[in-house]
């Protein structure tokens, strides 16, 4: 989860709970323009045993999400950072040849380096074969709610990538499409905005976890085909058989 | 003989306190490590803007609520200091670009499901917001009037209340860095001072005592726009870089906030500035003719649920967690205070924050 926007911390700490939530990603740019150690709201994250994903936010070069990542490293005292460098300004769209180089230099700095990219495959097996083990494709636009645009391309990059941890992040906004992308064969989703904006976060927040393990349940039970019940291939019930094929 | 008072922290909530407590036949000391000008405190920073149904927005109700009753104590307030304030009763525009109305209808759908009353809340199009607004009919053909919000120059507060101050029979020592706040008393250094009850208004200068509190960022620009002309508080939504445009007389706005859990006090980041000034831009271009005055830093004193809290203790009483409310909210905690202390009652509103303390 996302650990922005919410009304207040104590907000947020029960969103996070309700949710059992395992990796919290925290802006680094946003949170603290010089210094993250002995920050209130630093500590009340670190409080709440969970793992914690810094993020490059906010940084459009590679030169500025590596600068980025190294601080977070300090800082948080993980070498686990969640990736990004954006190319548009108001969708947020990842600049993903940026990316990719960002990450290779990362990697080979020791980070643990979890991307934030576009449902392109090409730039998601670049992303592995710098050293990423997880890719995390859009859903669509940061904050824009509109769930998963490209249901095939994700289709094609879990298809694909059989060993990567793939995770949705950005643009989920209701739990049926938490659900879908569990149902997918994600590993797992990034929620923010929809939970932190919603009138009652916590709530949602467990929504969202509920959606998950739905969809994940789903995925390992074995969804059934769809099939085209357009022509009926044998007499339906209530249908005099010489009727049927007629 | 009459009670005594040592109030530590002359921000806007120490200062009205003391104007009150006296007022009540109190005597009064007010102890501050600033100047009389009170430049470190957040109140000095602050945008006075008083805007109970904006908030609601991120607000809980209890915010509203305090602020909806402090609303109808400000005029009267204002009439009891020995200076003139800058304020003003005109409601608040919000407005957003039309690729960001979401953004408006999620304030929209947010204030109607927790709005006290109907009608504090008008839907404008384009010929409203011409007579409100001229200047912006042009960008802006849709967004929300809140016709019961005001504003103040939270300057001109600060001064009036200091001056009010001195006036009076107040013991007023600035520049006095206060040790400890203890019952009954404030201590200086190796001096203990006695009191019949001790209000620690010290903002942030509290977090040794209170390790909730936190600190909340919050950089705003003034601006001296000559050709712009705007009488209300307009709003810019928008899904990252919302604004707020205050006016205050002569030209002058003030364009805020960010909001960043941090306790840094730093100066203004570029990055802040830039989203600041391209928002106001946005709203309105005659803000690239204007002059950049002057930035201002401080943090919000907030505790995990974004609350204020009243919190008594034998002789001593802590004010704190005003958070991005103090001016919207310190009418009704002062009377919740006095109402505790000086009559040995508790207001109907005390609910909430003096029970709930428990942190
Ligand atoms: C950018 C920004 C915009 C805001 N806009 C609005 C708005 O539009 N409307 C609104 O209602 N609110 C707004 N606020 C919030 C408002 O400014 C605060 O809630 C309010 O000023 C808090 O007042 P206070 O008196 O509690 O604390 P402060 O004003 O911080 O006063 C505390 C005082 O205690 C003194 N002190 C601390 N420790 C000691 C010590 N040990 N010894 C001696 N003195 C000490 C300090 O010097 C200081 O003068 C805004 C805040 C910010 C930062």
């Known amino acids: 989860m996302g650990s922005a926007l919410y009304p207040s911390p104590d907000v947020m700490r029960d969103a996070i709970e309700a949710a059992g939530a395992e990796l919290v990603t925290v802006a680094l740019r946003r949170q603290s323009p010089q210094q993250a150690s002995g920050s209130r709201f630093w500590e009340l994250i670190r409080e709440l045993n969970v793992r914690v994903l810094p993020n490059t936010a906010g940084c459009r070069t590679v030169k500025e999400a590596v600068a980025t990542a190294q601080m977070a490293r300090e800082l948080f005292e993980t070498n686990w950072i969640k990736l990004e460098v954006i190319g548009d300004d108001y969708t947020l769209q990842p600049d993903t040849a940026a990316l990719v180089e960002a990450a290779d230099i990362l990697i080979k700095e020791g980070f643990e380096v979890l991307p934030y990219t576009t449902e392109d495959l090409i730039t998601a097996q670049k992303l592995i074969d710098a050293g990423c083990r997880v890719v995390m494709p859009w859903g669509s636009y940061i904050g824009s709610g509109r769930g998963l645009v490209n249901k095939f391309a994700l289709q094609t990059l879990r298809a694909r990538l059989p060993d990567a941890t793939l995770i949705v992040d950005a643009g989920l906004g209701k739990p049926s499409e938490a659900a879908h992308a569990m149902e997918l064969g994600f590993d797992a989703v990034l929620v923010n905005s929809a939970i932190a904006l919603s009138a009652d976060p916590p709530t949602m927040a467990e929504a969202f976890a509920n959606a998950v393990e739905a969809g994940r349940a789903g995925y390992e039970a074995g969804l059934m085909s769809p099939r085209d019940m357009a022509s009926p291939s044998t007499p339906t019930l209530g249908t005099p058989f010489w009727h049927a094929g007629t | ?359």
Request: hydrophobic residues 40%; aromatic residues 8%; charged residues 25%.
């Open chain 2, 1 to 359: 003989m009459s009670s005594t008072a040592g109030i530590v922290g002359a921000g806007v909530l120490g200062r009205m306190m003391a104007v009150e407590l006296n007022a009540r036949g109190w005597a009064v000391s007010l102890y501050d490590r600033d100047t009389e000008k009170g430049e470190d405190s957040c109140s000095w920073t602050g945008a006075g803007m008083i805007a109970p149904y904006c908030e609601l927005e991120a607000a809980e109700q209890i915010v509203t609520e305090l602020g909806v009753y402090s609303k109808d104590k400000w005029p009267g307030w204002l009439e009891r200091l020995a200076e003139p304030v800058f304020y003003k009763s005109l409601g608040s525009l919000v407005v957003a670009h039309p690729n960001d109305r979401d953004e408006l209808l999620r304030l929209r759908r947010r204030v109607l499901e927790n709005a006290p009353r109907p009608d504090i809340m008008e839907d404008v199009g384009i010929d409203r917001i011409r007579e409100l607004e001229p200047e912006l009919a042009e960008r802006f053909r849709s967004g929300l009037y809140f016709p019961f919000e005001e504003h103040l120059d939270n300057r001109d507060l600060m001064r009036a209340l200091g001056e009010t101050i001195r006036r009076k029979d107040i013991e007023w020592n600035c520049g006095t860095e206060v040790t400890a706040v203890e019952s009954n008393a404030v201590v200086i250094g190796d001096t203990r001072h006695t009191f019949d009850w001790v209000l620690d208004c010290r903002g942030l200068g509290a977090q040794p005592d209170l390790p909730h509190l936190r600190g909340v960022r919050g950089e705003l620009l003034y601006l001296h726009a000559p050709e712009v002309n705007l009488s209300r508080p307009v709003r810019l939504m928008h899904p990252r870089y919302s604004i707020y445009i205050v006016p205050r007389a002569g030209h002058v706005y003030v364009v805020g906030a960010t909001a960043i859990e941090s306790d840094n006090r730093g100066p203004i980041t570029v990055r802040s500035a830039l989203e600041l000034l391209s928002a106001a831009y946005t709203v309105h271009t005659g803000f690239a003719e204007a002059t950049l005055i002057e930035s201002s830093v401080n943090c919000r004193p907030g505790f995990p649920d974004n609350l204020p809290r009243i919190l008594p203790d034998q002789g001593l009483i802590r004010i704190n967690g005003l958070y991005r409310h103090g001016f919207l909210i310190a009418p009704a905690l002062v009377d919740i205070v006095c109402e505790f202390i000086d009559e040995g009652s508790t207001h109907p509103l005390a609910e909430g924050i003096m029970d709930a303390w428990q942190l």
